[in-house]
């Protein structure tokens, strides 16, 4: 099983910052990797699919990078409405995966 | 729109059964695979099982194989979770997920989920 590890667990951060999240898989997964925000109450949201594609409808403020094991999600310049919770997810191999998550709060 | 509305959550015994819905719109289903994820009170996602467009494929968890059965009917547009020996374990909220074309595709859909509490 490829193992996806989130780093930090929390990321404090201010409104117009940026935030760096990282996800380190366990063994290469190419580019297939998926970056999801999740609110509270709310059902998880694709921003970025194959490690730096925006889905539809994705601010640019949003943007991903990486392959094989190292990848990261940028938010250029946070928003009020992306303090949220950020998942990592692979689908190189079975079992899919997801990572632990990154919780980015306001400071 | 895409939409997809699960249905049949709710409190269960340990030992006993559930039949999970999902009802899709909006989308030709039977050109895409399906999932079914859930999410624990508090914790993280973890990916339960996929099944391809035509329904010939299927993949489980470890953590369900042998107790869950992913199915589908192209001709009513639904998908299915039939989730048997439920375990404390398994209480989550349970979400219906569309993939973007085949079993490998990315997840590009969420459902709201359906809620399902294994509890004495």
């Known amino acids: 099983e490829i193992v996806l590890t989130q780093s930090p667990a929390t990321l404090s951060l201010s409104p117009g910052e940026r935030a760096t999240l990282s996800c380190r898989a366990s063994?290469?997964?190419?580019?297939?990797l998926a970056w999801y925000q999740q609110k509270p109450g709310q059902a998880p949201r694709l921003l970025i699919f194959?490690?730096?594609n925006r889905a539809t409808g994705i601010p640019a403020r949003f943007s991903g990078s990486g392959s094989g094991t190292d990848f990261t999600l940028t938010i250029s310049s946070l928003e009020p409405e992306d303090f949220a919770l950020y998942y990592c997810?692979?689908?190189?191999?079975?079992?899919?995966?997801f990572g632990g998550g990154t919780k980015v709060e306001i400071k | 729109e895409v939409q997809l509305v699960e249905s049949g959550g709710g409190l269960v015994q340990p030992g006993g059964s559930l039949r999970l819905s999902c009802a899709a719109s909006?989308?030709?289903?039977?050109?895409?695979?399906m999932n079914w994820v859930r999410q624990a009170p508090g914790k993280g996602l973890d990916w339960v099982s996929t099944?391809?467009?035509?329904?010939?494929?299927?993949y489980y968890s470890d953590s369900v194989m042998g107790r869950f059965t992913i199915s589908r009917d192209n001709s009513k547009n639904t998908l299915y979770l039939q989730m048997n020996t439920l375990r404390v374990e398994d209480t989550a909220v349970y979400y219906c997920?569309?993939?973007?074309?085949?079993?490998?595709?990315?997840?590009?859909?969420w459902g709201q989920g359906t809620l399902v509490a294994v509890s004495s």
């Open positions: 997920v569309k993939s973007f074309g085949g079993i490998y595709a990315r997840f590009d859909y």
């Open positions: 063994q290469s997964i190419d580019s297939y």
């Open positions: 909006g989308f030709n289903f039977n050109t895409n695979a």
């Open positions: 997810q692979q689908r190189s191999h079975w079992p899919l995966t």
């Open positions: 194959d490690a730096s």
């Open positions: 099944i391809s467009g035509n329904g010939a494929n299927t």
